[in-house]
């Protein structure tokens, strides 16, 4: 037997053979060129071949796996419309004379790494997409054909990485797990994963040409093990999890259209996290009571220009029809330098997760914000809508979006537009926040405690350094202290407080959240179910 370790991404117990998934070998080459305009006309036919492909995978995605997931593939072509991208491509055919696999794949690398290095999971995990997307341009340049991805029988696949094509490719019912060296918790194998409730692992440390084929495995999504060669006992522990498992999921999809209650009456919200409305099928299939976090940042990144008050306006209201009434707290947007979004004018920094962000971009360039929230209003006629104003850390900020609000507002008024005035709430990710959230209480309708940058703001410890991972502990009494402050001095006021970072999925916190009064949970879809679970155990 042979144990590998790695971080799990999705829970739950796989048994079965391993088939290594291997990429064709193929190294781009830089080869100078005589003639550049060819080249160019070679990366057209190529992106228009690539089209075809993403829209045929985009038909597949939707029938197998919903639109909310096939939507990638719909990004996917737009990336490949992205005049930077274009632009970059043939730039460096031209001034370089060079071939035009060595420019995409340049292209490629770059923009890659660029998504990479900033800050949100969302972005970091979009690195993987534009590598998706420049490979499958190197293959139709180059007459390659892409990874075998037809099994025979039930696998545990095992990669390197898997790319959104590559995942969507499979027969889904002939995939028992996922396992990969790397990849992220945003990654698509992972939100795959999670939407088809089988385990995967990521970042395990394994040496792909060391392991077989057929080899038989146990993934254990749980302990975040992969046991190569079980023996017979650990095979039949496998089993009996496995079968608890799958009575488990049965019990949770009878909990479809259930309250979340406690047994003595308590109720709490559990709502969905979002990064598009191409989210929403997976939002209502896991039956949540509304969106605690419509994540706006989206409409604005991959593209060259601010997306319009009506593009906005309607995306909003999409979102907010499709929830039919409930809740749809969308958040203001909250992008940074560490973005690179050339339109903003934003320059790179040190520490962008400290830098100019957030609601300062907005406060700072109120033109921007008015368009945004314009949108806002005019959707709230639509359904029940709430804004969500990002990284507060002072009075000063709350009392100038109430200024900037009124104008927009008056603006609106004054054109005959009509809007409803809305549950207005702030972001509690700042112990700045935290400490003064007794007055900030007094000006807003509801606060969302941001786990994520309260624990790395707080604990002075950068989230994304692997080597401080065994310090990093967001379970931490200071964390935890200020979660419950937060919640007394919310409800002092007659205010209401949820928790929208990573935390509030935190199975092991759920029973403590519900204790300390906190009023919503706001998770990833698939974990909506499992905490409806437990807050109807509770006593």
């Known amino acids: 037997m042979k144990h590998l370790n790695g971080k799990s991404v999705y829970k739950g117990v796989a048994l079965g053979k391993v088939l290594v998934l291997k990429k064709e070998a193929y190294i781009v ?13 070679r990366v057209e036919a190529a992106r228009q071949k690539s089209q075809k492909q993403l829209q045929k995978l985009y038909e597949k995605a939707v029938k197998e796996v919903g639109e909310a997931s096939a939507a990638i593939f719909e990004v996917h072509q737009m990336m490949l419309e992205d005049d930077d991208y274009n632009e970059s491509i043939e730039n460096i055919i031209r001034t370089q004379e060079v071939n035009a696999e060595y420019a995409v794949a340049s292209t490629g690398d770059n923009f890659s790494e660029m998504f990479a290095s900033m800050d949100d999971d969302y972005m970091r995990a979009r690195a993987a997409d534009i590598k998706d997307i420049s490979e499958r341009l190197v293959r139709n340049l180059s007459g390659q054909s892409g990874m075998d991805t037809e099994f025979e029988e039930p696998v545990i696949v095992m990669a390197d990485d898997l790319t959104p094509s590559e995942t969507v490719q499979m027969d889904k019912e002939k995939i028992l797990a996922f396992v990969t060296v790397h990849g992220s ?71 479809k259209g259930k309250e979340n209650v406690t047994k003595s009456g308590k109720k709490i919200n559990i709502y969905a996290n979002i990064g598009s409305v191409g989210d929403m099928g997976y939002v209502l299939e896991n039956d949540a009571g509304g969106i605690g976090l ?88 639509y359904g029940t809508l709430s804004i969500m104003y990002p990284m ?87 964390i935890l202290k200020m979660i419950k402050m937060v919640v007394d001095n919310a409800h002092a006021a007659g205010k209401w407080a949820g928790i929208c970072g990573e935390l509030g999925a935190d199975t092991e916190l759920t029973e403590t959240f519900v204790n300390m009064g906190v009023d919503e949970l706001s998770v990833a879809p698939s974990m909506i179910l499992k905490l409806r679970k437990i807050v109807r155990e509770m006593e």
């Open 185 to 255: 918790t945003n990654s698509h194998t992972a939100i795959l994963a999670r939407m088809m409730n089988i385990p995967a692992l990521i970042g395990v440390d394994m040496n792909l040409e060391e392991i077989q084929s057929g080899t038989c495995a146990v993934v254990d999504g749980f302990t975040g093990e992969v046991i190569l060669d079980p023996d017979e006992n650990v095979q039949e522990a496998a089993k009996a999890k496995i079968a608890a498992e799958e009575e488990k999921k049965n019990f949770l999809l009878k909990l």
């Open 294 to 381: 419509f994540r706006s940042e989206f409409l604005y990144i991959g593209r060259n220009e601010l997306p319009t008050e009506e593009e906005q306006f309607q995306a909003y209201k999409q979102a907010v029809q499709n929830m039919a009434g409930k809740k749809v707290i969308i958040r203001t947007l909250d992008i940074g330098a560490d973005k690179q979004a050339d339109y903003l004018n934003l320059e790179k920094e040190e520490n962008p997760a400290l830098g100019y962000r957030a609601i300062r971009i907005c406060l700072s360039q109120p033109e921007i914000f008015k368009v945004q929230l314009r949108a806002l209003f005019r959707a709230s006629v």
């Open 29 to 41: 080459k830089r080869v100078k060129v005589e003639n550049p305009d060819e080249e160019v006309k």
């Open 392 to 478: 507060i850390t002072s009075v000063e900020e709350v009392m100038r979006i109430k200024e900037i609000v009124k104008e927009v507002k008056a603006e609106l008024k004054a054109s005959d537009t009509p809007y409803k005035d809305v549950e207005e709430g702030i972001m509690i990710e700042t112990p700045a926040a935290a400490m003064i959230s007794d007055e900030l209480a007094e000006l807003v309708d509801f606060f969302s405690i941001g786990t994520n940058d309260l624990t790395q703001y707080t604990l002075a410890i950068d989230r994304q350094n692997e080597k401080l991972e065994e310090f990093y502990n967001p379970h931490h009494k200071a």
